[in-house]
C-alpha cells in the first residue's frame, strides 16, 4: 500500500508543481465557477447537460438507445467512444479520465464551452478586490484561454455533429440549431465588470 502511495504523492506534487507555471490549463470543474457565478450554474444546472453522464448507465433512456443502434443493457459508462461527449475536457491535459480519478468533471460542464478554467480563474480571481474599479477586458481572458461559444459555433459541433448516435438523421429533434440552443443554454446574466 505505502510503496504505491508515495510515488503517486510524489508525482502529484509535481504535477501541481507544474500546473502552477506552464502554459496549457487544466479543467477544474463547474463547481469552482459556481462560487462567483451562481446564477449561470443555476440555470446550467437545468439543461440536460448537467446529467448527461447519467445517460451512459444501463437501463436508463431505453427506448432512445434502442432507436440509434445501442444496447439499452450495456454499461457505456467507461466506452471512450461515449465520454468525449458526455463529459468535460475527456482525454485532453487536466479533462475527464474516469470516475474514480476525475468523478467532479463527469457531465458537459462549463468548461466544456468555455474552455478549461485553471488560467482565466486566476485572472479573475487576482483581480476580486478590485473588480468595481478596474474591471476586466474580455480580451484579457480569452489571451488565457477563455471562450466566448456564442462567437463560434463550432464548439457546439464537435459534440452536437459528428459520429453522434443522436444526430439529426436519426430524429429531427436532434437537429442543431444554433441560436435556438444558445437561448436554451444558459440565461443570459448582464456583466458588471466587463469593459467593453
Ligand atoms: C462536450 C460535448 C458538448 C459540447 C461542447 C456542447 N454540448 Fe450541448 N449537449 C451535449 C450532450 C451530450 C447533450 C445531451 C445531454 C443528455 O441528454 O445526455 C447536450 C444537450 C444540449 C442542450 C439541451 C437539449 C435541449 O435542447 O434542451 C442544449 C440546449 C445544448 N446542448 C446546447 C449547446 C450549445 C449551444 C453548445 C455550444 C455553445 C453546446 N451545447 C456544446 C454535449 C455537448
Ligand atoms: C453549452 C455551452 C455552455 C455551457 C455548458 C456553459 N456556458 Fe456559459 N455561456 C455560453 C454561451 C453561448 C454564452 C454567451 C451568452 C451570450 O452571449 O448571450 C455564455 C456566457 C457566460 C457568461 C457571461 C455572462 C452571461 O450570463 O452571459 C458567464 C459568466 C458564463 N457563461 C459562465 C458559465 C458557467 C459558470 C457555466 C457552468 C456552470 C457555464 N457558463 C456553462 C455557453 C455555455
Ligand atoms: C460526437 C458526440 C457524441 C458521442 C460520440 C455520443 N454522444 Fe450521446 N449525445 C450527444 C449529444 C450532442 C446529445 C444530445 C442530442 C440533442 O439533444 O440534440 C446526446 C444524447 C444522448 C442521449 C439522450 C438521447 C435522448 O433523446 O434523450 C443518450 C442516451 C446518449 N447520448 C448516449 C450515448 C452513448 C451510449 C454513446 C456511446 C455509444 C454516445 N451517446 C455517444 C453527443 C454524443
Ligand atoms: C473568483 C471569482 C471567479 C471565478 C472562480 C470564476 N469567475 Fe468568471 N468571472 C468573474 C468575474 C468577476 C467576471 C466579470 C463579470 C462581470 O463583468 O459581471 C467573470 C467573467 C466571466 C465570463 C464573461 C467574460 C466575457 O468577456 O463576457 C465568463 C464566460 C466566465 N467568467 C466564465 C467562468 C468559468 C467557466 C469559470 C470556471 C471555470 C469562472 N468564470 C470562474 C469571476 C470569477
Known amino acids: 500500500m505505502m510503496k504505491r502511495t508515495i510515488p503517486v504523492l510524489l508525482s502529484l506534487i509535481l504535477l501541481m508543481a507544474l500546473g502552477s507555471t506552464a502554459g496549457a490549463a487544466d479543467y ?10 451562481i446564477k449561470q450554474y443555476k440555470a446550467w444546472e437545468k439543461t ?26 450495456k454499461d457505456y459508462t467507461t466506452d471512450a467512444k461515449c465520454l ?3 463529459t468535460t475536457g475527456y482525454d485532453k491535459p487536466g479533462g475527464f479520465k474516469n470516475m474514480e ?20 480563474k486566476k485572472v479573475m480571481k487576482k483581480n476580486k478586490k478590485t473588480w468595481k474599479e478596474n474591471g476586466y477586458t474580455s480580451d484579457e481572458l480569452k489571451s488565457v484561454g477563455l471562450i ?12 452536437h455533429g459528428g459520429d453522434s448516435p443522436f444526430n439529426e438523421k436519426l430524429d429531427a429533434k436532434y437537429k442543431f440549431n444554433f441560436k435556438e440552443r444558445l437561448k436554451k443554454t444558459h440565461k ?5 465588470y466587463i469593459k467593453k
Not at 463547481?31 to 457565478?37: F, G, I, L, P, S
Not at 443570459?188 to 458588471?192: A, R, V, Y
Open 84 to 86: 468525449k461527449c458526455h
Open 148 to 159: 466566448i461559444p456564442s462567437e463560434d459555433e463550432k464548439t457546439c459541433l464537435v459534440c
Open 101 to 120: 480519478e476525475t468523478p467532479k468533471l463527469a457531465n458537459v460542464q462549463c468548461e466544456a464551452c468555455h474552455g478549461p478554467g485553471s488560467n482565466y
Open 48 to 73: 440536460s447537460m448537467a446529467n448527461s453522464f447519467e445517460n451512459l448507465n444501463p437501463n436508463v433512456k431505453v427506448e432512445e438507445k434502442k432507436k440509434a443502434g445501442l444496447d439499452p443493457a
Open 188 to 192: 443570459h446574466f448582464p456583466l458588471k
Open 28 to 37: 477544474i470543474g463547474g463547481k469552482k465557477c459556481k462560487a462567483c457565478h
